[in-house]
């Protein structure tokens, strides 16, 4: 498998942050991690660029894609820093509404529709014990169980706010009757979605570097010029860039359920999330005490990678399974 997209998927790509880039510039984070109620509207902008029902079949109103455009998508989520539950709204909540056995008529005729058209805030959750994403303010929340998946009205369960470093990603433990979570790993499509996020936001970090390193004076100079600052850069786009293929394969491998999905889906989190920290770390370092305050931009990009770098396995429990699959398992996968 190449990993190489597609034309319909470089288009999907390049429209995806076209919208965001009208919909979701900096500024309306900025509103956003000031105002949580400022989510609302821009949830039904995420809608009608399609990331809401990206996984979920033609017949029932989504884009009918897979785990590629999926990533694709993501990548780009991440590079705008959009805020809010998208990836547990678009990897988790949303295609598993789809399978949920003996669940309340009225509860999924309200919550499939009114969530792909963004009328309704839908998150999703694997464990009692981790924080979920915009839990409070969320219309619906999805609980994997070992009994399968469990959908939530707002009034049938608890949140209670956490602190976060990120106030555009919100959490929240959550307590609802009868749910002890299923004591599995993370979602192995969401821990793809939040790699490739990871993608995303390491490459934005990069350019802002770059775009103040070429107008950042020192002795007379861009800081950009000296040579010690274009390592830094290098070192962070270089990391980004052999990153991104194991996030590409990972997400083909669960679109076709190959079965080393898990060991890619752990390679490419490990990945992204160490490159997104490294860009993180290299890009505040080039910015030096600005790139700390509030009022640079800067900052919605360095905590968001922060947030999701630990989120759906951190890059040590992901190296684990790798490591794991590599030492204990039958054999090797093998890459083509």
Same mark, same amino acid.
């Given at each position: ?22 919909v979701c510039p900096v500024t309306t984070v900025r509103a956003v991690w000031h105002d949580p109620a400022a989510l609302r509207p ?30 694709? *998508?993501?990548?780009?989520? =991440?590079?705008?820093? %959009? !805020? ?5 709204? /678009? #990897?988790? +909540? ?51 169980t070992a009994a399968g998946p469990r959908l939530l009205a707002r009034a049938d369960y608890t949140a209670t706010p956490q602190p ?11 307590? *609802?009757?009868?749910?002890? =979570?299923?004591?599995? %790993? !993370? ?5 793809? /979605? #939040?790699? +490739? ?81 490294? *860009? ?42 790798v490591a794991a699959a590599l030492l204990d398992g039958p054999a090797a996968p093998a890459f083509c």
């Amino acid at each position: 498998m190449q990993p190489l997209l597609t034309e319909d998927q470089l288009l999907l790509r390049a429209t995806i942050r076209s919208g965001l880039a009208k919909v979701c510039p900096v500024t309306t984070v900025r509103a956003v991690w000031h105002d949580p109620a400022a989510l609302r509207p821009l949830w039904r902008e995420f809608a009608n660029l399609g990331l809401l029902g990206l996984l979920v079949p033609e017949d029932f109103g989504g884009l009918g894609m897979t785990e590629v455009e999926l990533a694709v *998508a993501m990548e780009e989520v =991440g590079y705008a820093a %959009a !805020p809010g539950p998208l990836l547990e709204a /678009a #990897a988790i +909540a949303v295609p598993s509404l789809l399978g949920i056995a003996n669940a309340p008529a009225n509860v999924l005729e309200a919550s499939l529709g009114a969530v792909i058209e963004g009328a309704k805030l839908v998150t999703a959750g694997t464990h009692p014990n981790d924080p979920i994403a915009w839990a409070e303010e969320a219309d619906f929340c999805l609980f994997r169980t070992a009994a399968g998946p469990r959908l939530l009205a707002r009034a049938d369960y608890t949140a209670t706010p956490q602190p976060s470093v990120d106030a555009c990603r919100r959490t929240a433990t959550v307590s *609802a009757q009868g749910w002890e =979570g299923d004591g599995t %790993a !993370p979602s192995q499509r969401a821990a793809l /979605a #939040a790699a +490739a996020q990871l993608i995303g936001l390491a490459k934005r970090m990069t350019e802002m570097t770059v775009e103040y390193a070429n107008v950042r004076q020192q002795c007379g100079k861009p800081i950009g010029s000296f040579q010690a600052v274009k390592h830094h850069l290098v070192d962070a786009h270089a990391a980004t860039e052999m990153a991104r293929p194991l996030v590409l394969r990972a997400a083909w491998s669960l679109s076709v359920g190959a079965s080393d999905a898990a060991f890619a889906v752990s390679m490419a989190k490990a990945a992204a999330s160490d490159a997104a920290e490294l *860009a993180a770390k290299k890009a505040l370092q080039v910015h030096g005490a600005i790139g700390y305050t509030t009022e640079c931009d800067l900052h919605f990009f360095l905590k968001r990678t922060w947030a999701l770098a630990r989120a759906h396995g951190s890059a040590s429990w992901h190296r684990e399974q790798v490591a794991a699959a590599l030492l204990d398992g039958p054999a090797a996968p093998a890459f083509c």
